[in-house]
């Protein structure tokens, strides 16, 4: 069933056949002609699951009852009034996210991003993100591709990351996030990046 903190159900499988293969035999190949930068958006870093300051503590701990995750961090950024959570089994796997208010929505006037975007769509994923190789390229094509960003492409090597946020999609509200890291950084956005991402969610 969907949480009732966090909106997501929760999928579990056992692979029988061949891990990763989800044909059957009556499966037939699509003939998609996918374009060639398409091929350096990898596999899924992270979702970033917005929720109520007060079910922050019980979303993380249900989503840690239901599988084997570890409370890995928080991160505090105060001039977006907001906590970031990550649940994950190791820093190179992929990290569930759970960002919330400090406190409690007041007021669209008195309160951040998180806690109005969440008045106004409910407690749900925010974004999916994409460890995305050459990203500078990719992200130059998706633009070719009429792809719209609430930013620019943020970070450095030297910060541990760039990364860059689409609109929100007209068809699921999900904004995609690409995203490369440098080294073994395990964040999701640095000092610097903080108040361009502030401007960009004031837009949503
Ligand atoms: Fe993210």
Sequence with gaps: MPSKYT????????????????SSPESR?????????????????HAATRVRAQD???AILEFMRLTNYDFDF??????????????????????????????????????GPTEKFIKNFGPRVHHIAFQTEEIDATVEALKQDEMK?????????????????SLPSKNTLLVL???????DFDGFFTKSNVTSLTAATAKQ
């Design 7 to 22: 909106g997501n159900s929760l999928g579990f499988i056992e692979w029988k056949g061949e891990k990763g293969v989800y």
């Design 29 to 45: 190949r699509l003939d998609w002609n996918r374009s060639s930068h398409s091929r350096n958006i990898r596999w899924l870093d």
């Design 56 to 58: 922050r503590d019980p």
């Design 74 to 111: 928080s991160i505090y950024v105060k001039s977006l009034n907001s906590i970031t959570n990550v649940a994950r089994l190791s820093s190179s796997d992929f990290a569930m996210v759970f960002t919330s208010g400090i406190t409690p929505f007041v007021s669209q006037l008195a309160s």
């Design 149 to 165: 960003f609430l930013l620019d492409l943020v970070g450095s090597p030297e910060e541990g990351l760039k990364q860059i946020f």
């Design 177 to 183: 996030e690409y995203i490369h890291r440098y080294g």
